[in-house]
């Protein structure tokens, strides 16, 4: 896309993942009536929507849905509507149109819109798990996951983050069911014969991707006025201990964005272990996954992101999935914020941010460097599944980019900027040209503002200025500094930052005292590996050394020996052996420990290892919870390992039940990559076998003239290429294509580039053709040229030795294709040679030179002596370089080597015949004249 396109795309709030028309008709406000059925696994019940018409005239709106089952009719107002559904979308579902009555087409008319219907464990935003899937076994348990596009499976709605509604809810459950959601509980829960009724309420405008439900046997514990915490009685206290920090989080995000906690409550449900995420920041009630219950609040910081949702994403959302580092990049920066300012050290930021950085560098890899989905801003095709986009990116290169901007303005300006953004888009989208836009006049007025301040001649001004006269700084600073951003500002390259794939190039340090210490221990570990001898750690090194030291700090520690494994030029378990890696544990205990963080990088050292003794826990791991952040790199490492492949695919297979339908959806991809890329390497390397067979046994003579001149030994020639007829002009060399990278799209099938496109295949010039190469006899008359054998031909033309490619559907060629070399007249690549008594060499691609070797000559042939033919010259063969020196025994076949120095074999070639004739002989010297028929 072009810079004028990125420009325009920077403001675009076109939603390319939803099928609704919020530009003609748009929701804003939602009714839900739900009955939830355990035992059938069904909710029944309906959606109403006040529906807003926005442009003058329009004739219908349009909703998304997915495997919703539409009961009876739908209404308009109360009365019976008309409606149509579309065929359905792979990915985007079904389009609900409901025509608008003529009477209501009228901009700025309001309606409602009513859908009776039920869902089932179709619905990809719901899990359904079995009592056994519980803590307490007890009882089944329903929660759902909406975000990017799933909340259409709930209900009829229009899924797009640019659509912001209140919504209510009335929801009925079995009597022991407590049911939680995204807003304030209305009233208490009334009882209606067995079951009970939950009324909710959110009054603040909300995606319906942050549409949540909870139902299961739930209690709570009170962190402060309006924190609470949720879980199954069996873990309600664990979690209590784990998330008492909450309050203190959400004072701090106030204080950094300036700007009150507008949702009232700030709940956390704990929910059981298939949840895919390590939070989801629902308003009201943030779901956390359980792996974040490691005993010593080491992993709260979760929280501390999900509570900074609060302000960045549910208040300040971005307008579509292309902008969704402004949701996530804003709240990893907030995060680390909030986290230093509660432990009161700005390093625990900054050690944040390497692990991060980290986190960012194994996406890039997993993707590719040139993966759109690297990008900081997204362009998502119609129909692309944002779920296929989903990595470390948007947070980690958002974050970055924000860091990098807080450091051209300066914090204490930044921080002015930051109050500003949330107060202009609170309850609002943005998009990322809007951010560019405010970041930019935000400081622009900043500026003005202050250099007025400081030019209008009040009192204050005048003692402030007498007193600072001597400083030039202390006179003016605040209106230097903020002009001193604004040129800043004026040299940053914005296409760049938000459009250029791969890392970043501008990014802050991440220097800190935290992550020596980890990286320090971890070099004498290095260090002993290369020696290893006995069974003690390195010298100065016990168990203790980690006594202290936080989660992240261990992580840089296993992090900083993944690294050297992956830099080494040898294999992984060549570096660090499963006997090495049982030492490190028997010392540190990384193998017992209960902390999912430190269970995740211990257990990818091994696996890249290749220790087998640490299969078995990583099975334990992945299938005792579902949190993708674990469970997909892990399988994916065992399934690449040469310990696991099989056990990997068995596994899932086995257990995949137990993963939420997202969860489940990408582990699967995952494999099915892994696989189809396995494939893809046998079939190359299968063919690059079969090309260097083949190769091997085509090898024949470059040079279109050759005279063999009999050398002073019997057993060796040299053969002296000759100078083309001056007349003919060479064609420029065939250059062979070779075969393109294929294009990954995000974490979705990769799909390889066609042929010939100018990013990724070679391209020949042929604006200026190859002259014909004039050649000197070489010096030692005992090298001997062996022609090289030539470069596939295209298909559909004989070759000396045609190579098979067979190459499946989707996947890239490896075989290399040659570009047909142009002539004046189009030439047959691969002729059949005529009959005559010489037999014909078949020109080859751009020979190189290859070692000579002593070849004894074969038995002369006798040849009746002729005169020289005269024959019309031809367009030689091209060789781009010189011919090579090469070996007799290498020639192909069709060559016959002439007796003596006087006797002259002749070649030439033709796609349909070689004519040759014979007349005269003059003097001693002989020699023969070529010509190639052309089709």
């Not at 939803?18 to 059938?40: C, G, M, R």
Request: glycine share 4%; proline share 8%; charged share 20%.
């Amino acid at each position: 896309m072009a810079d004028s396109d990125d420009s325009k795309h920077l403001y675009s709030t076109i939603d390319r993942s939803s099928l609704s028309n919020p530009n003609e008709a748009v929701s804003t406000n939602i009714k839900l009536e739900w009955d939830i059925d355990f035992d059938k696994q069904t909710i029944t019940g309906s959606v109403e929507h006040i529906v807003k018409v926005v442009t003058n005239g329009a004739t219908h709106v349009d909703f998304d849905s997915a495997k919703i089952n539409i009961t009876g009719d739908v209404l308009v107002n109360g009365e019976k509507g008309t409606f149509s559904a579309a065929p359905a979308h792979e990915v985007l579902g079904t389009k609900l149109s409901v025509d608008i009555p003529a009477n209501l087409r009228t901009e700025g008319t309001h309606f409602t819109v009513r859908f009776n219907y039920f869902i089932n464990t179709d619905a990809s935003a719901m899990q359904w798990l079995p009592a056994s899937a519980t803590k307490g076994l007890k009882y089944p348990y329903l929660f759902t996951q909406s975000q990017a596009i799933h909340a259409r499976s709930l209900m009829p709605c229009q899924d797009s983050p640019g659509i912001k509604t209140e919504y209510t809810a009335r929801v009925t459950a079995p009597k022991w069911c407590t049911v939680l959601m995204s807003a304030l509980a209305d009233t208490d829960k009334v009882t209606e014969g067995e079951k009970n009724v939950f009324v909710w309420k959110q009054p603040n405008p909300t995606p319906a991707y942050l549409v949540a439900l909870a139902a299961g046997n739930l209690e709570s514990r009170e962190i402060s006025h309006r924190v609470r915490v949720w879980a199954e009685p069996e873990v309600v206290e664990s979690a209590l201990f784990e998330f008492s920090e909450t309050e203190d989080f959400v004072q701090a995000a106030e204080e950094l964005t300036g700007c009150p906690y507008q949702w009232q409550r700030y709940d956390i449900l704990c929910l059981p272990p298939s949840f895919p995420y390590g939070g989801m920041e629902n308003p009201c009630l943030t779901f956390a996954t359980p792996t974040l219950l490691a005993g010593d609040k080491s992993l709260a910081d979760v929280i501390a992101h999900e509570i900074a949702h609060s302000w960045t994403g549910n208040l300040v959302t971005n307008h579509t999935w292309d902008h969704f580092w402004l949701n996530e990049g804003w709240t990893v920066w907030l995060e680390r914020k909030i986290t230093a300012k509660v432990r009161k050290n700005e390093e625990f930021g900054r050690l944040s941010s390497q692990v991060g950085w980290k986190h960012l560098q194994d996406d890039v890899k997993l993707l590719g460097e040139t993966n759109p989905f690297t990008a900081l801003t997204w362009k998502l095709a119609f129909g692309e599944d944002p779920d296929n986009a989903y990595s470390g990116v948007p947070y980690e290169k958002g974050a970055n980019l924000l860091m990098y901007l807080e450091e051209v303005v300066g914090t204490e300006l930044f921080s002015q900027f930051v109050f500003s953004y949330i107060d202009t888009f609170k309850f609002n989208t943005v998009t990322t040209g809007a951010f560019r836009d405010h970041f930019v006049s935000f400081f622009d007025k900043l500026a003005a503002a202050e250099a007025e301040t400081n030019t209008t001649p009040t009192k204050s001004n005048k003692k402030k200025k007498n007193k600072n006269k001597n400083n030039k700084d202390k006179e003016d600073g605040p209106s230097a500094a903020a002009a001193n951003a604004v040129q800043a500002i004026k040299g940053l390259d914005w296409n760049s930052l938000f459009y250029s794939t791969g890392l970043p190039t501008d990014v802050t340090s991440f220097s800190n005292s935290l992550s020596k210490a980890a990286e320090d221990l971890a070099r004498k570990w290095i260090a002993l590996s290369a020696t290893y001898k006995t069974d003690a750690p390195p010298a100065g090194c016990s168990a203790t050394d980690l006594e202290g030291w936080s989660t992240m700090q261990k992580n840089v520690f296993l992090e900083t020996l993944q690294n050297y494994t992956k830099k080494s030029l040898s294999h992984p378990s060549d570096v660090f052996t499963a006997a090495f890696l049982e030492l490190m544990d028997r010392t540190y205990s990384f193998g017992a420990s209960k902390n999912a963080e430190i269970m995740l990088r211990w257990q990818t050292l091994c696996l890249e290892s290749e220790a087998e003794w640490i299969v078995d826990p990583v099975v334990d791991f992945i299938t005792s919870q579902g949190r993708m952040k674990f469970a997909r790199p892990l399988y994916r490492l065992l399934r690449a390992s040469t310990i696991g492949k099989q056990i990997a695919i068995d596994t899932f297979e086995a257990k995949k039940d137990i993963y939420h339908p997202i969860a489940r959806k990408m582990i699967a991809a995952d494999l099915r990559r892994a696989a189809e890329a396995e494939e893809k390497e046998a079939i190359e390397s299968q063919l690059e076998a079969e090309a260097e067979l083949s190769s091997s046994a085509a090898k024949v003579d470059t040079t279109p003239m050759v005279t063999t001149v009999e050398t002073e030994s019997d057993d060796e020639a040299e053969i002296v290429p000759q100078k083309a007829p001056e007349e003919v002009v060479a064609a420029p060399a065939a250059v062979a294509v070779g075969t393109p990278e294929a294009t990954s799209k995000g974490l979705s099938d990769q799909t390889p580039a066609p042929m010939g496109s100018p990013d990724r295949s070679i391209t020949p010039d042929f604006s200026t053709p190859a002259a014909t190469p004039t050649v000197t006899p070489a010096a030692t008359p005992a090298k001997i040229a062996t022609p090289v054998a030539p470069a596939p031909t295209p298909a559909k033309e004989p070759t000396p030795a045609p190579t098979p490619v067979a190459t499946p559907a989707k996947e890239p060629t490896p075989q290399a294709t040659p570009v047909a070399t142009p002539a004046a007249k189009e030439a047959t690549p691969a002729p059949t040679p005529a009959a005559t008594p010489a037999k014909v060499a078949t020109p080859a691609a751009t020979p190189v030179a290859t070692p000579a070797a002593k070849v004894p000559t074969p038995a002369p042939t006798p040849v009746k002596e002729a005169t020289p033919a005269k024959v019309a010259p031809a367009a030689a063969p091209v060789a781009a370089a010189p011919a090579p020196v090469a070996k007799k025994e290498d020639a192909a076949p069709q060559r016959r080597p002439v007796a003596t120095s006087h006797e002259v074999s002749t070649f030439s070639w033709s796609g349909v015949s070689i004519f040759v004739a014979l007349a005269g002989a003059v003097g001693f010297g002989a020699f023969f004249f070529s010509r190639r028929f052309r089709r």
